[in-house]
Nanobody, 123 residues
Framework: VQLQASGGGLVQAGGSLSLSCAAS????????VAWFRQGPGKEREFVAT????????LYSDSVKGRFTISRDNARNSVHLQMDSPKPEDTAAHYC?????????????????WGRGTQVTVSS
């Protein structure tokens, strides 16, 4: 399965931005999908994950209450709504999926990764 993240760009702190992840080659409707990010000079970190039916959702503490992950299995896509972003959210954001219907926060839970989409939050 090939994943393509899109929607990144420049946003002011306190604004909003929506990222999308589209799958091709194979559906990921039966699998958990996650967002990770890697800021400048930082290691890649977990942001959010959503189970195959959308009923199981986890967020990192740093984005909880500000970001919302959702999925549309009919369109084979997952979204990350970023509200009230902060400058520390500046990072390349990656979507990933694996072979499990439910997965956690660990990168090894996800086998397929897309190219990142850059999000830059200005203060």
């Amino acid at each position: 399965v090939q994943l393509q993240a899109s929607g990144g760009g420049l946003v002011q702190a306190g604004g909003s931005l929506s990222l999308s992840c589209a799958a091709s080659g194979r559906t990921f409707s039966n699998n958990a999908v996650a967002w990770f990010r890697q800021g400048p000079g930082k290691e890649r970190e977990f942001v959010a994950t959503i189970s195959w039916r959308g009923s199981g959702i986890l967020y990192s503490d740093s984005v909880k209450g500000r970001f919302t992950i959702s999925r549309d299995n009919a369109r084979n896509s997952v979204h990350l709504q970023m509200d009230s972003p902060k400058p520390e959210d500046t990072a390349a954001h990656y979507c990933a999926t694996g072979l499990r219907p439910v997965a956690g926060k660990e990168q090894q839970d996800y086998r397929y990764w897309g190219r990142g989409t850059q999000v830059t939050v200005s203060s």
